[in-house]
């Protein structure tokens, strides 16, 4: 599930529910897929990671890490996010996955045009 949009320097991947459960992983290894995201994607300014919560309710939460000088929590400020400027993190119900990263990267992409 990863794309690139090159045209602001974004990798985004999302990670379903189910994937939780058929690897046996929790939502505190999504730090390693992050790092292995920066790791084969050099180029990238910004990496989204947006997942559903492993739980069971309609939660989808989403973590944009930002490369020095880009501030993540500001470009996702219309969405109260919560972090600091390297790593700012959301959560959203009621949407699916792909409808989260959707609206982050149309918000990410405003903030950078501004």
């Not at 989403?62 to 959301?90: E, F, H, P, V």
């Amino acid at each position: 599930n990863l794309e690139k949009h090159s045209n602001i320097g974004l990798v985004t991947t999302r990670i379903a529910r189910d994937a939780f459960v058929n690897t046996g992983s929790s939502e505190s290894d999504l730090y390693d897929i992050v790092d292995e995201l920066i790791a084969k994607s050099p180029e990238a300014k910004l990496i989204l990671l947006t997942h559903e919560h492993a739980g069971g309710d309609d939660t989808v939460h989403s973590i944009l890490y930002g490369a020095k000088g880009i501030n993540a929590k500001q470009l996702l400020k219309a969405y109260n996010a919560t972090g600091d400027s390297m790593r700012a993190s959301i959560s959203m119900r009621g949407k699916t996955i792909r409808e989260v990263e959707e609206k982050i990267v149309q918000e990410v992409t405003y903030r950078l045009q501004e």
